[in-house]
């Protein structure tokens, strides 16, 4: 898509915002490079960015951009270092944080998310799981955990969704 036909997309967004179809627009797996296409002309900052997001894929500056901007990050595919790249090098800090909180190595990978600042979205039709989703808010990783996730997770790089979009060391 060219930078005027991606700038045109997002006046047809703007559009529907503006005649009331939609309280807020947003996209999803924008790059930097395609926001500032948009925000080249947009009347409309994007209210959030959709993105793959989780410790083995942080997006390098893509946060902070999104901060500067005023864009909230959401997150997809946050269990990913679990459910599709396990036996890195999160897996024993991950089941060491699970045992000291007594939750799931899922509920520390959504905490770390949101204590980074990403609204996490993520499904299940299971109650046992929609009920551990509710107990990330009854606990806090320190700011030290934090980190040390962020640490450890930039030692992988494992991206599971849109493969063919990206080289295979793209960390963007």
């Known amino acids: 898509m060219s930078e005027s036909q991606l700038q045109e997309a997002w006046a047809e967004m703007e559009k529907v915002q503006a005649s009331g179809k939609a309280r807020s627009i947003g996209v999803s797996n924008f790059l930097q490079s395609?926001?500032?296409?948009?925000?080249?002309?947009?009347?409309?900052?994007?209210?959030?960015?959709?993105?793959?997001?989780h410790p083995y894929l942080q997006h390098g500056d893509l946060l902070a951009f999104h901060e500067a901007k005023g864009i909230r990050t959401a997150s997809y595919g946050g269990l990913?270092?679990?459910t599709q790249a396990s036996g890195g090098p999160l897996d024993p800090l991950l089941s060491t944080l699970a045992a000291k909180y007594g939750v799931s190595e899922s509920e520390i990978l959504q905490r770390w998310a949101?204590?980074?600042?990403?609204?996490?979205?993520?499904t299940s039709s299971k109650e046992s799981r929609l009920a551990g989703y509710l107990r990330v808010f009854a606990f806090k990783l320190t700011p030290h955990e934090v980190e040390e996730i962020s640490r450890l997770g930039q030692q992988k790089h494992y991206r599971a969704f849109w493969l063919p979009k990206f080289d295979p060391d793209d960390r963007s």
Request: charged share 20%.
């Open 114 to 122: 949101i204590d980074r600042g990403v609204v996490v979205i993520t």
């Open 34 to 53: 395609h926001l500032e296409t948009i925000l080249k002309t947009a009347k409309v900052i994007p209210a959030v960015n959709q993105i793959e997001y």
């Open 80 to 82: 990913v270092p679990i």
